[in-house]
């Protein structure tokens, strides 16, 4: 990208919608939840906003409550940061001494796991509080274990001693029974594309996959829909050509997620997703080559199945329209997915061991596109250096001026 055409972008943002909280800086992001146009984390959260992001901030907490997949000694530590609120930040004020009981007595006997609407209402205003600044400065995050990709594995083959308990593999199952591909296409020729098709497919795999942190099974439909968004092949009848199409399709359908926006280094997290597929395509090994392709997929295929299931299930008890207006059509696209996941996983099992001459090109597209966000940050942090700030300042003009 040209020096003059990332000046020009920079220059742009004093083109942008003026934010509504500060009336100062340009408008990035809009509120989900009324709209206003607001420039930065700082002005979301204050006090023209406060409402707002108040209750934005109680939903966060009830969900992670929800969603938290926490041990008992997890959920145990949780229950003591809380408990330690008044002690860490000074005790509580004189007026609420007397009102505020133990906050052990008020939520025992409640479980975190299905009482977290109960446990919430049993807070008071300053442990609420402070409830939300963990949830915003990842103080509750750090208690669950970021996930690692299962592909990421090299040795497969997990060795245990005699009498000991074999460790559970996280390598998915393959999927059983896969049908021969020239059973599914009968006398015709399989194009020469499918290879591409596949690596679209195992990108948005991997992206919704960590996106998720490894919980796309768990939460099939929502997983099932993002994995549809992340690729145009597995939603459609579209077909990609090469490598660069493959990849430069997923970076274009993901870049409009809105989870995205949450991540400060999104475009890096993105690219960084290739290096995922060139992993998968590797395989454990050079002996077992095909392993991780024919898991990916599979896992994939499940995916797409089981949100089907589940979304039957909701149509049928009279709850898929909470979800979704269109849960029939959706329930289709499911089902479509599915079946191009099994057609690539038959194709895979006989012609799959021809990705591995694409492995070399997503490399190249790596590194490529590596390069030019580090070239671009370097740009604008030089920019930024002289402007002294993220845009030029502009001097005010003089509007009288002494005569000499």
């Avoid at 970076?251 to 992993?279: H, P």
């Avoid at 395989?283 to 392709?293: C, I, N, R, T, V």
């Avoid at 690539?344 to 490529?368: D, H, K, N, P």
Wanted: aromatic letters at 6%; a negative charge; glycine letters at 4%.
């Amino acid at each position: 990208m040209a020096t003059n055409e990332i000046e020009t972008s920079l220059l742009s943002v004093s083109n942008s919608v003026v934010c509504s909280i500060c009336l100062k800086e340009a408008s990035k992001y809009t509120c989900p939840r009324c709209n206003v146009r607001y420039c930065s984390v700082a002005c979301y959260r204050g006090e023209k906003h406060l409402a707002c992001s108040e209750a934005f901030y109680k939903n966060c907490v009830l969900d992670e409550l929800k969603d938290l997949k926490a041990s008992p000694e997890e959920r145990k530590q949780i229950l003591e940061m809380l408990a330690r609120t008044e002690e860490d930040y000074g005790g509580a004020d004189d007026d609420d001494e007397d009102e505020e009981d133990d906050l052990g007595d008020r939520i025992a006997g409640l479980d975190l796991d299905t009482d977290s609407d109960e446990i919430f209402r049993r807070l008071s205003e300053k442990e609420k509080r402070e409830f939300h600044a963990m949830v915003r400065d990842g103080r509750l995050a750090n208690l669950v274990n970021i996930w690692t990709p299962w592909w990421t594995v090299k040795d497969s083959k997990l060795v245990s001693e005699v009498g000991e308990e074999s460790p559970k593999s996280p390598v998915p199952p393959v999927l059983s029974s896969i049908p021969d591909i020239h059973g599914l296409i009968k006398n015709k020729k399989a194009s020469s594309d499918v290879k591409y098709n596949v690596v679209n497919a195992l990108f948005a795999y991997a992206f919704v996959s960590r996106l998720h942190n490894g919980e796309h099974l768990e939460l099939a439909v929502e997983s099932a829909e993002d994995m549809l968004s992340a690729s145009d092949i597995l939603g459609s009848t579209k077909s990609c050509t090469g490598v660069g199409e493959a990849i430069h399709m997923s970076l274009a359908a993901v870049s409009k997620f809105e989870k995205l926006k949450e991540r400060g280094n999104s475009q890096e997290f993105t690219v960084s997703v290739i290096e995922d597929v060139v992993k998968i395509i590797q395989g454990p090994s050079k002996q077992d080559s095909l392993a991780y392709l024919m898991s990916a997929l599979s896992d994939l295929e499940a995916v797409f199945r089981t949100a089907k299931s589940q979304l039957s299930k909701e149509m049928k008890d009279g709850q898929a329209v909470i979800r979704d207006a269109n849960a029939k059509e959706l329930k289709s696209k499911f089902f479509l997915a599915a079946k191009k996941c099994s057609f690539f996983l038959s194709w895979c099992q006989r012609f799959g061991m021809s990705l591995q001459g694409l492995i070399i090109e997503l490399e190249l597209e790596f590194c490529s596109l590596s390069s030019e966000l580090a070239e671009v940050s370097e740009t604008k942090s030089k920019f930024e250096e002289s402007w002294g700030g993220a845009k030029p300042q502009v001097k005010p003009a003089r509007l009288i001026e002494e005569i000499s």
